[in-house]
């Protein structure tokens, strides 16, 4: 008792904050301080604590808003950084940044045709010549993504792709994310390649001459065979004078020889170290594919294409676009629409072999 009444004494002495009456004091002044502030600004903070309430959305639409813009002025400075300190990876990092929200882009747009095709029913065939385009090339673009998608997914294996990324961009990235120079150079690479094929065909393409029947189509094959090795580019009807040969053997798509279709597909792109049955299926789908493309051209007309639709369609059969002027570009399309819409669908092999026939000897390509 006598401990306790010390202590209360010592606190009655000090002021300690323990004592009841202290709690009543402070709210108190509190209560004070509040009507001192005033009533009309307690009933302003009143009214936008109640406004921040009620209306969530806006205040998250201006948070992100606030988040977007200050990203931005990061990223800013961030490329401006780069662009100061580290040129050449700067370069780099755009046109892969550039390259991505292009391939999302192409993506998204394939999603789209995709998606209209199921809906009504629309066969590939069937579609608008951009859309068949645009589908082909994202196609063929995903399938090259994937062996960096495959060899990705151990532990750390993607700081080897972005090294494997740098050190062979053509072979491992699309052209996407290919610089303006580099397109240039990796076409005409892969257009060298496809015509160390090209005098392979063409002494294939002598070698069966015995083995034709008419004598008049082994006249005119002779001929052909004859004016591309002296370097003359071939008439339209004198290539349609061989359509028959190509129909059935030894020339027809499925009587074509192994050897014979593994020069035929380093011509077209494709690889050749397949079994002969996997070779002629890859042939076939993709004469198929530009043979329903050429359909598609021809009713949307050649003039309809910009200049970059022209040069790509022209390089996919065959020809290196890439050196050559636009109108002269124009005009080898439009020789290969006349062939290719007389042919019907058991001539393809013909329209396979255009590739070379129509392309080796052609103005402007012959460096």
């Not at 006598?2 to 606190?11: D, E, N």
């Not at 301080?33 to 921040?52: E, Q």
């Not at 747009?109 to 589908?135: C, G």
């Not at 050649?302 to 970059?308: I, R």
Request: aromatic share 10%; proline share 4%; with cysteine.
């Amino acid at each position: 008792m006598a401990l306790s009444r010390v202590c209360w004494a010592r606190a009655a002495l000090w002021g300690s904050a323990v004592t009841p009456g202290s709690f009543v004091t402070r709210r108190l002044q509190l209560g004070r301080s509040v009507l001192a502030w005033g009533a009309p600004r307690l009933f302003d903070l009143l009214y936008r604590s109640s406004k921040l309430h009620l209306s969530p959305k806006a205040d998250v639409k201006s948070l992100i808003s606030y988040v977007v813009t200050t990203t931005k002025v990061i990223n800013g400075k961030y490329h401006r950084f780069l662009g100061r300190h580290f040129p050449r990876f700067y370069v780099l990092y755009t046109i892969f940044m550039k390259g991505l929200q292009m391939f999302w882009a192409d993506a998204k747009k394939a999603r789209r045709i995709k998606t209209n095709m199921w809906k009504h029913n629309i066969k590939f065939h069937q579609l608008s010549y951009r859309e068949m385009e645009h589908l082909r090339q994202f196609r063929q673009d995903v399938t090259k993504c994937l062996f960096l998608g495959i060899i990705s997914i151990p532990p750390f294996a993607n700081y080897l792709v972005f090294l494997l990324m740098y050190l062979f961009p053509r072979q491992l990235l699309i052209q996407h994310f290919w610089t303006p120079k580099q397109q240039i150079d990796f076409l005409d690479i892969y257009h060298a390649l496809r015509k160390q094929s090209h005098s392979e065909i063409i002494s294939y393409l002598e070698r069966v001459i015995p083995l034709i029947s008419d004598a008049g189509l082994q006249w005119h094959l002779s001929e052909m065979c004859t004016k591309i090795q002296r370097g003359i580019h071939p008439a339209i009807h004198d290539i349609l004078a061989l359509r028959k040969c190509f129909c059935n053997h030894p020339l027809g798509m499925n009587q074509l020889q192994a050897l014979h279709m593994k020069a035929l597909s380093r011509a077209m792109l494709l690889t050749p170290y397949l079994p002969p049955p996997l070779l002629r299926h890859r042939l076939k789908a993709r004469t198929t594919v530009i043979y329903q493309l050429d359909r598609a051209l021809a009713k949307l007309g050649v003039a309809q294409l910009t200049a970059q639709e022209v040069k790509s369609a022209c390089y996919l059969r065959g020809l290196n676009s890439t050196h050559i002027a636009e109108d002269r570009c124009r005009t080898w399309l439009g020789e290969w629409l006349q062939i290719s819409c007389t042919l019907k669908e058991a001539e393809l092999s013909l329209l396979l072999h255009n590739v070379v026939l129509l392309s080796t000897n052609y103005l402007g390509t012959r460096r």
